[in-house]
């Protein structure tokens, strides 16, 4: 556990929770209020975890330390209690485990025929929503209240329904597993651009279970199963595959709209990759439009999370940016990345470093479109310095290719060299060295050594010929187009021109 805990705690609460841990704390002990309520303060105040800047705000606002250690766990234990209360009903889970606490008060104060109609209700939402755990918890107290009234034909109901649940709990967890297994392969991989790769992703899904979506025996087991075909077409690059599961995703969730607000992370997650795949084939206005109502999806909610708000920020930068770039609309990319510090600073509590590479990496690309090279440098050092290989394996290593290629347009040759000798090493070490890398790291090399453009035009035609032999007769290789388009950007070296500028005559 964290021994910042508190502060951890403290400094993801909202404006509205902290109000409410005043007054919470206000009315539950009068006497211990000011206390506690300035220890919050302090805790609110500080910058860091570092003991003397806490030391010092302890001094600063008069809060005795002598007991600091119990004061910070009783405060931690109070903090949560209040967060309880404030979020007392707000989802379908809390509502449940709320009724089940007053079966249990009621039990033992025996008033069962008063536990009867709470779990009667529990077992209403949870039945709903297919919460198999809870419906397991709902029925083993259904028994025990039975086992009182001396209803041996409730009790073996009762087992009956536990069984079921059991069965169907198996199959979720199964599953569940099963998808586990291939998104940590999507995580790897990403893209397949191996046979080995894709063996792995068709093993998964050639498990029994993955035969149809009439062996997922509930809701839950049912999306799992459209996740994990969706995960293995994405793999194999299968895009209108991919596009139907996610579309049968957002249909269940939007035939039922109490699993949008219990979990809006999934629906969000089904949208975001229903509009990537789209993008490519909706007319640009369309397509903005659509990003435009994905945007607005965190005011849909009757919760106000500003996790759901961040991610939706990430995922809609992420696909506004992507639509660009791939569109050759790099100045207008240019126009997007100028206000993005602006608008991260709001999220910056809850937003993931996968984002942020990410991010970084289409900022690199734009601005070798734009010829910005020495911007270029610093965007990817960005990557290779800040974030660590696992985060994204696939960003990281096509952040060193783009590396490489930014040392060439800046004419470091002696870099170059070096360079090319780590990036093999780095490459054949990790079984990633295709051949794609290969011919990309020789003409890197064979540039170094050339004495005229001439030369050097001579082996960029070479190397775009080769490309597009290997791109129109092998799939898997062609697959790196996703992360940079390779062939137009030779073809704007031959033009004499940036990637934006031919693109932009071109079109």
């Known amino acids: 556990m964290s021994k910042h805990k508190l502060y951890e705690l403290v400094k993801a609460m909202s404006m509205s929770e902290k109000r409410y841990f005043k007054l919470y704390v206000k009315k539950s002990n009068a006497k211990q209020q000011p206390k506690y309520s300035r220890l919050f303060d302090v805790y609110d105040q500080l910058k860091s975890t570092e003991e003397e800047e806490l030391i010092r705000v302890l001094k600063e606002n008069k809060v005795n330390s002598n007991y600091l250690a119990a004061d910070k766990n009783h405060l931690y234990h109070l903090v949560q209690k209040s967060l309880r209360a404030f979020h007392a009903g707000r989802s379908a889970h809390l509502q449940i485990y709320e009724l089940l606490a007053n079966v249990e008060i009621l039990y033992h104060k025996g008033l069962h025929e008063l536990c009867v109609k709470d779990l ?101 087991c049912i999306r799992y199963y459209y996740q994990i075909h969706a995960i293995y077409f994405f793999m194999a690059n299968e895009r209108e595959k991919e596009l139907s599961c996610n579309k049968k995703l957002i249909a269940i969730m939007e035939a039922k709209p109490q699993l949008i607000e219990e979990y809006p992370a999934e629906y969000i997650a089904y949208y975001s990759r229903f509009l990537s795949i789209s993008k490519n084939s909706l007319p640009l206005d369309e397509f903005h439009e659509a990003l435009r109502t994905f945007k607005l999806i965190p005011k849909r909610l009757k919760r106000l999370d500003p ?85 994204r394996p696939d960003i990281f290593i096509y ?64 190397l775009h010929e080769d490309l597009s032999l290997l791109f129109e007769s092998d799939e898997l290789e062609r697959r790196v187009l996703n992360y940079f388009d390779l062939t137009t950007w030779l073809e704007s070296k031959l033009a004499a021109k940036t990637l934006f500028e031919f693109t932009k005559t071109r079109s």
């Open 399 to 462: 952040a060193r290719l783009l590396n490489l290629i930014i040392h060439h347009e800046l004419g470091n040759v002696s870099l170059v060299r070096y360079m090319i000798r780590t990036t093999r090493t780095h490459l054949q070490k990790r079984d990633k060295l295709f051949q794609t890398e290969n011919l990309l790291l020789r003409f890197f090399n064979q540039s170094t050594a050339v004495r005229n453009e001439e030369e050097q035009d001579q082996l960029t035609k070479a």
């Open 307 to 391: 996790e759901l708000h961040a991610r939706v920020f990430i995922l809609s930068h992420s696909l506004e940016m992507v639509s660009l770039i791939r569109n050759n609309s790099f100045d207008m990319a240019l126009l997007v990345m100028q206000d993005f510090d602006r608008q991260l600073k709001p999220h910056m509590n809850v937003v993931d470093e996968a984002f942020l590479m990410s991010a970084h990496y289409r900022f690199t690309y734009v601005f070798i479109a734009m010829g910005m090279y020495e911007k270029a440098l610093v965007s990817v050092n960005h990557i290779l310095n800040e974030f660590k290989e696992q985060i």
């Open 120 to 220: 009667l209700r529990a077992k209403k939402i949870a039945g709903q929503l297919e919460f198999h755990t809870l419906m397991i918890e709902i029925s083993t107290w259904e028994r025990k209240v039975g086992e009182y009234w001396r209803r041996p034909d409730k009790v073996v109901d009762f087992l009956t329904d536990v069984q079921n649940e059991v069965e169907q709990l198996s199959n979720y967890q199964e599953l569940v597993g099963l998808y586990y297994e291939a998104n940590q392969l999507k995580h790897q991989e990403w893209k397949a651009r191996s046979e080995e790769a894709m063996f792995s992703i068709e093993k998964i899904v050639q498990h029994p279970l993955l035969s149809g979506p009439v062996e997922a025996l509930s809701g839950p």
